[in-house]
Nanobody, 120 residues
Framework: QVQLVESGGGLVQAGGSLRLSCAAS????????MGWYRQAPGKQRALVAD???????SYADSVKGRFTISRDNAKNTVYLQMNSLKPEDTAVYFC??????????????WGQGTQVTVSS
């Protein structure tokens, strides 16, 4: 039972904050690096942050210093704290392992994502 469920998105003014949550299946969470990805209209999905099972993190330059990724292994949950939001952060945000989860047939699996909209 593979599951990736994102939540916490919404509409916020520039400079505001949001905290995203991702509930993941334990089978894919426990031993994998988990990441947050985003896709803006007309653009490719891109990795913005990830975190290893041991807690080591990395960030895209565009979000470094503003976003913080964390994980709670007991809850099979990964979080993205987003501060100082900018209009260019507007996108649908997805969680997944890094590299993304492959299902039978070799296709990547994605959840529904959560919409983040930042107004100027």
């Amino acid at each position: 039972q593979v599951q990736l469920v994102e939540s916490g998105g919404g509409l916020v003014q520039a400079g505001g904050s949001l905290r995203l949550s991702c509930a993941a299946s334990g089978s894919i969470f426990r031993v994998n690096t988990m990441g947050w990805y985003r896709q803006a209209p007309g653009k490719q999905r891109a990795l913005v942050a990830d975190i290893t099972p041991g807690g080591s993190t990395s960030y895209a330059d565009s979000v470094k210093g503003r976003f913080t990724i964390s994980r709670d292994n007991a809850k099979n949950t990964v979080y993205l704290q987003m501060n100082s939001l900018k209009p260019e952060d507007t996108a649908v945000y997805f969680c997944n392992k890094n590299p993304p989860l492959r299902v039978l047939g070799g296709h990547d699996y994605w959840g529904q994502g959560t919409q983040v909209t930042v107004s100027s």
